[in-house]
Structures are given as structure tokens and as C-alpha cells.
């Protein structure tokens, strides 16, 4: 076997490789905004019915998350925006306190939604409910969460 043989299969084992993994680690597949649902739904064994209801709350929370989230991202801009201006001395006080209460209607929004889903489970499926609660945080965190805590 010459050398340019040799380097060639090499250069597609490797590639083979770190697509493998890049597979692995991106959740075996599932986008990462669907491995909540996902976990969701397996956690709580949810039926057909069941996940044609929670898929409807997921396209009205995440409309409405969304809108909250630009509203945030203009009173951030906004914050901001004094550094630069000529304004500079506005008080930041209140658009920070606006941001706050804007991050607490974003929290309640979340909780409001897993009530939602609470209503969805058959007496069954309470005590499931009730175990994915404790794990809520970390199935939503962000995939990268868990790597900046080690």
C-alpha cells in the first residue's frame, strides 16, 4: 500500500469519525429545539391525543416567548444605546427595572405553560408529572448549560 493510499483511507475514517460524533453529541438526531418535547413526552408517556394538544401549547408559548423576548431585547437596546449617546446621563434605573419585570412576566409565561401541560395528564400520569418537575431546569437549559458547569 503506497503512501497516498494509505492517507487517503485515513482522511476517511477520520471524517467518518467526527461526523459520528458530531451526530452523537447534537442528541442522536433530534433537533435540539424538539429534545425538550421530546423528553416531555417520553417522561410522561403522553398518548396521541395528548401530544396533538401539547404540540398546540408549544406554538402558542413559544409565539408568545417570542414576542416577550423582542420586547426584552428593545429595553436592552435601549439600555445600551445610553452608553453612546450624548444622553448618557438618562437614568438606567428605570430601563433596568423595566427589563426585570419583563424578565418576571417571561418566568410566569413558563410556569403558566407547565400548568398547561399539567392539564393534559390523566391522574396516571401525576406522579410522572410531578418527577419531571424536579428535572424541568435541566431538560430546558440550553444544550451548552451542562458544559459550562464542569
Not at 12 to 37: C, E, H, T
Not at 113 to 139: G, N, V, Y
Request: charged share 25%; hydrophobic share 40%.
Amino acid at each position: 500500500m503506497n503512501k497516498l493510499r494509505f492517507f487517503t483511507i485515513a482522511t476517511i475514517v477520520l471524517l467518518a469519525v467526527n461526523i459520528f460524533l458530531l451526530w452523537k453529541m447534537s442528541g442522536n438526531g433530534v433537533p435540539p429545539r424538539d429534545r425538550p418535547r421530546k423528553a416531555v413526552i417520553e417522561r410522561l408517556g403522553l398518548d396521541e391525543e395528548q401530544i396533538k394538544k401539547y404540540d398546540v401549547l408549544i406554538q402558542q408559548h413559544r409565539a408568545m416567548v417570542k414576542q416577550y423576548n423582542g420586547e426584552f431585547r428593545q429595553l436592552k437596546n435601549a439600555l445600551y444605546g445610553t452608553l453612546s449617546s450624548a444622553e448618557g446621563k438618562i437614568n438606567t434605573d428605570s430601563l433596568v427595572l423595566l427589563m426585570g419585570m419583563k424578565q418576571q412576566e417571561i418566568e410566569k409565561l413558563h410556569y403558566s405553560h407547565f400548568q398547561d401541560i399539567h392539564a393534559l395528564c390523566t391522574p396516571e400520569q401525576e406522579e410522572k408529572f410531578h418527577s419531571l418537575t424536579q428535572d424541568i431546569a435541566a431538560i430546558f437549559a440550553p444544550p451548552h448549560a451542562d458544559k459550562e458547569k464542569k
